[in-house]
């Protein structure tokens, strides 16, 4: 697999939220195992916190997310090709081989379906930068249709650095869901700024525009979650779901997995078994939003019965990559 270089870039920062100071923050590649019980977890990341060394990790069987503290590990740092030597045939891995094959379109790079034979979808709710609040309807309609009979509901949140800045009450309030175990929320960074240009062609648009900062905008947003003491995922979406090849290598190297939709609801393209359904809840897509409640409205028997449910993309994609 072909992976680009990593620059080391290291992000300073002195705020503190939620007790939280993170700094230091930088790209590190290799493997480390558990003190307490000898699993083994891939590094992604190395940064201070509270004057203490922690890595984010992620679990090449489950792909679940996870910190350490510098004591809690015994660390083993390697170069990608080590890793893949070491881990060749993990769902993780496995995944990021996959994902490959879905580079090389400019719009929807990434997954974006899994099988058909899954009866329901993975459900991808995006929070794009806007002034408008969250529009907590969708998070609540999900626990009282779907929480009757899965608890906690499995949603995967795409989230950018500036819609955490600028509605740290939403974000409480979503949190404090996932934390009562009303939902089962996995945060998929959308880039930090998502920088949208009016009438520019997308080969010059959202990431694409000229002079982005790409380290910057994936690195900002994974701290940005961290100083609210939500752990960021491995997966990635793009803004506009727009992207080049140069652009997704570059995800790729950063070990994350690009994940894209056949089913963006306000766009008019309704979810088959398998869907990954795309809809916004930062207040800037009323279609949307009411086409989700409708679709849940439409499932409830289904629903009631077991026979149509929303699916943890984590669980769909090594499901996936194991078939």
Known sequence: MKLLKIIPLVILLTNT??????????????????????????????????????????????????IFSEDSINIHQASWGAIWSRYPSTPYLLAMKQAEKYSDTLQDAGFRRFLPSQKGIDITIDLCPSQFPLDRIVFTDLINEIGRVENPVPIAVSITGRWIKGHPGDLKWLDSLGRAGNLDILWINHSYNHNTYKDVPLKENFMMAPGTDIDSEILRTEIALLQKNIVPSVFFRFPGLVSDRKIYDKILSFGLIPVGSDAWLAKGQWPRNGSIVLIHANGNDQLGVKDFINLLKE????????????????????EDVSN
């Open 17 to 66: 939220v939620c007790g939280q100071i993170i700094s230091n923050y930088v790209p590190f590649t290799g493997w480390g195992v558990c003190r307490n019980n000898s699993d083994e977890v891939i590094i992604l990341r190395r940064f201070s916190k509270e004057a203490h060394v922690c890595y984010l990790t992620v679990s090449p069987k489950s792909l679940n997310t996870k």
């Open 299 to 318: 499932k409830r028997s289904e629903v009631l019965s077991k026979r149509w449910e929303l699916f943890d993309l984590r669980e769909s994609l090594i």
